[in-house]
C-alpha cells in the first residue's frame, strides 16, 4: 500500500510553520526533520530542507523550497471542531501575524497555506433531507467569513 501525504512548500521556515501547526491541532506532532547534506538553491549544508509530521492524524511533508509559494485556493487544509470555542481558537491563531480572513470559514495563514476552520456539524446541516433546511444553511454560511455554529443552527431551525 502506498503512503501518501501532502507537501508542503515553504521559502525557508517551514520548521517554524510546522513546530506552530502541530501546537495547535491535537493528535499532531513533528516525526522527523531532514538537513540538507551539501549547499542548496535555498540555503546552506545542515539547514532543515524537509520535514514530515502529522497534524490531526494525517501525515503532512514540509519543504524548505527557497523560495515563496504561491497556493492558491484550490487545496486547503480543512478541520472539522467539534464546537465554537474550537473553531475560535484555531481561527484567531492561524490568522495572527500576517494570516487573513477570506470567507466562508476560509483564511491564510501567515504563510500563505489556505486553511477551512468550520463545525462538525456543517455537513450534516447541508445535507438535510429537507431542501429548504440546507437553503437556509448555505445561504448563513455565505454571508459569514469566521463561521457561527449558533447562527447555522438558528438557521437551520428557521430562526433568525
Known amino acids: 500500500m502506498p503512503n501518501?501525504?501532502?507537501c508542503l512548500w515553504f521559502a525557508r521556515d517551514a520548521e517554524a510553520a510546522v513546530q506552530f501547526y502541530v501546537s495547535l491541532v491535537?493528535?499532531?506532532r513533528l516525526e522527523r526533520t531532514l538537513h540538507a547534506p551539501g549547499p542548496w538553491p535555498g540555503g546552506e549544508p545542515g539547514d532543515a530542507i524537509l520535514l514530515t509530521f502529522t497534524l490531526g492524524g494525517q501525515s503532512f511533508q514540509a519543504l524548505n523550497g527557497g523560495v515563496p509559494a504561491d497556493y492558491g485556493t484550490a487545496a486547503s487544509i480543512a478541520v472539522s471542531c467539534s464546537d465554537q470555542a474550537e473553531i475560535d481558537r484555531l481561527w484567531a491563531a492561524l490568522t495572527s501575524d500576517g494570516g487573513a480572513e477570506i470567507m466562508c470559514g476560509w483564511l491564510r495563514d501567515r504563510w500563505g497555506v489556505p486553511w477551512q476552520i468550520f463545525p462538525e456539524a456543517l455537513p450534516r446541516l447541508l445535507a438535510d433531507p429537507d431542501p429548504a433546511v440546507?437553503?437556509?444553511?448555505?445561504e448563513a454560511m455565505q454571508g459569514m467569513v469566521k463561521l457561527d455554529l449558533a447562527a447555522l443552527e438558528r438557521a437551520a431551525?428557521?430562526?433568525s
Open 157 to 159: 431551525a428557521g430562526a
Open 4 to 6: 501518501v501525504s501532502t
Open 26 to 28: 491535537p493528535d499532531s
Open 134 to 138: 440546507a437553503a437556509r444553511v448555505f
